[in-house]
């Protein structure tokens, strides 16, 4: 059991990794707010399992997994409100466009 955990542990941190590098293709903030959740939300998954593995079924593996349906439940409907407070406050249209910025 300790390798398999070991084994999802690492996978959810390379799964972080690349999904942070992944954030800079993109220039837009709403395509960025949904990638950092979805990196968010299965890497921290991913890890608090493989730790919930290691330790195997006892008390600490259950608060983990109370963490784990909290974070799955809440993390989304945080990120749609903040991308929902942008969007209604035109987050977008108040940025400077790219060549404008270029030119002056």
């Known amino acids: 059991m300790e ?4 084994v ?3 996978s959810g941190i390379i799964f972080m990794f690349f999904g942070v590098i992944g954030i800079f293709k993109y220039k837009s903030f709403y395509p960025r707010i949904l990638l950092s959740t ?3 939300t299965v890497g921290t998954f991913t890890i608090i399992f493989g730790i919930a593995l290691k330790h195997g079924f006892s008390f600490f593996s259950l608060k983990l997994m109370l963490l784990m349906v909290l ?3 809440l993390n989304p409907l945080i990120t749609h409100m903040v991308a929902r407070s942008a969007y209604l406050s035109e987050h977008e249209k108040k940025l400077p466009i790219k060549d404008d910025a ?3």
Do not use: F, L, R
């Open 3 to 6: 390798i398999a955990g070991d």
């Open 38 to 40: 979805k990196i968010d």
């Open 71 to 73: 974070m799955i439940i």
């Open 8 to 10: 999802i542990i690492i």
């Open 102 to 104: 270029e030119k002056s």
